[in-house]
C-alpha cells in the first residue's frame, strides 16, 4: 500500500505564501516523478508543477515565477512553495507521484487526498 499525504494549506491574503508538502509512505521502491495539480471551484484538475527523479521541473504558465517545486528523495516528499498568490489560486492542490513498489513491478500514479488553498482579503 502507499499513502500520499498533502500539508499546508489554507487561507492566506493576495501576495502571501504558503509552503505545501507531501509525504509518500509505505511499499516504495523507487518514485519516479512527482507533481502538484490543482482544481479550482468548477474547473477541471490542472498540472500547476512535477519535477523528475533527477530534479528538472516544468511549470503551468499561470504559476512560473511565483511557484517553486521541489523534492527530498531520501525523505520521499515533494514541496511546493508558493509566492505572491492571487485569489485565482484558490482550489484544492493534489499531490501526485510515479511510484514503483518493488523491482518486479512497473510504476504507478498514485493521488493525495488533496489540501485546501483558499486566497482572499
Known amino acids: 500500500q502507499v499513502q500520499l499525504v498533502e500539508s499546508g494549506g489554507g487561507l492566506v491574503q493576495p501576495g502571501g505564501s504558503l509552503r505545501l508538502s507531501c509525504a509518500a509512505s509505505?511499499?516504495?521502491?523507487?518514485?519516479?516523478?512527482m507533481g502538484w495539480y490543482r482544481q479550482g471551484p468548477g474547473k477541471q484538475r490542472e498540472l500547476v508543477a512535477d519535477?523528475?527523479?533527477?530534479?528538472?521541473?516544468n511549470y503551468a504558465n499561470s504559476v512560473k515565477g511565483r511557484f517553486t517545486i521541489s523534492r527530498d528523495n531520501v525523505k520521499n516528499t515533494v514541496y511546493l512553495q508558493m509566492n505572491s498568490l492571487k485569489p485565482e489560486d484558490t482550489a484544492v492542490y493534489y499531490c501526485n507521484g510515479d511510484i514503483k513498489r518493488s523491482w518486479m513491478d512497473g510504476s504507478h500514479n498514485y493521488w493525495g487526498q488533496g489540501t485546501q488553498v483558499t486566497v482572499s482579503s
Open positions: 509505505g511499499n516504495i521502491f523507487t518514485i519516479y516523478a
Open positions: 519535477i523528475s527523479r533527477g530534479g528538472t521541473t
